[in-house]
């Protein structure tokens, strides 16, 4: 079955730090692929996505993702993090045979530590 | 420019009343609409898509409904709500097949 998977429900990171926060799908093809963000309370905000051509994509807030075929992943890194970058991550992929449904992971909260 | 509205905000009801949920889209048409509940600490799961007015289909079998009485214009209900119903309801949109989706601020419902 297609699916995403988000393997860290929790990261904690300090004020500053790099950070990585991991997606893998399971799609017969290589989906379309995005990153979300959601702040407490609030609707999802689009931070980056992936259609084709460069594997390495870079997106809103000082974000940017990879990704790798060979791992089926699409990992989300920020080489700083903010503190205003507390938030819930959500990683989602399509199917990029016309099909029209869009599936989300169970979402990453990240905390940021002063 | 697009743009999705939600209401209400938040909402609480007794169990076993009825529900009506509306999402309207601003400055596209013929977009794919979404229905998403966000339980908490739990990541999103799809209820309802639609490709055109009237055109629905359900991922979830479940004590929810959705319509689509006009383009733009997408509508959660039920006719009787469950403690379980309670979440956080999301709408969304895309403005073609395999593009992103764009979501609305949400709805927090509260079965009570």
């Known amino acids: 079955a297609q699916s995403v998977t988000q393997p860290d429900i929790h990261i904690t990171v300090s004020e500053g730090a790099s950070l990585e926060l991991r997606c893998n799908y399971s799609y017969g093809a290589t989906p379309y692929l995005f990153w979300y963000v959601q702040s407490p309370g609030q609707g999802l905000q689009l931070l980056l996505k992936y259609f084709s051509g460069d594997t390495l994509v870079q997106g809103i807030k000082g974000f940017e993702a990879e990704f790798k075929r060979s791992q089926s992943s699409f990992n989300l890194r920020k080489p700083s993090v903010h503190w205003s970058d507390a938030a819930e991550y959500f990683c989602?992929?399509?199917?990029?045979?016309?099909?029209?449904?869009?599936?989300f992971g169970a979402g990453t909260r990240l905390a940021v530590h002063p | 420019s697009q743009t999705i509205h939600q209401w209400p905000a938040t909402l609480v009801q007794p169990v076993g009343s009825p529900l009506s949920l509306e999402c309207t889209v601003e400055g596209t048409s013929n977009p794919n609409l979404y229905w998403y509940r966000q339980a908490a600490g739990r990541g999103l799961q799809l209820l309802f898509y639609?490709?055109?007015?009237?055109?629905i289909s359900s991922e979830v079998p479940q004590n929810l409904s959705a319509s689509r009485p006009q383009d733009r214009q997408f509508i959660l209900s039920s006719k009787k709500l469950l403690l379980s119903d309670s979440g956080f309801y999301l709408c969304?949109?895309?403005?073609?097949?395999?593009?992103?989706?764009?979501f609305g601020q949400g709805t927090r419902l509260t079965v009570v």
């Open positions: 989602a992929a399509r199917p990029s045979g016309g099909y029209n449904k869009l599936i």
């Open positions: 639609s490709v055109g007015i009237g055109q």
């Open positions: 969304a949109f895309s403005r073609e097949v395999n593009t992103e989706a764009f």
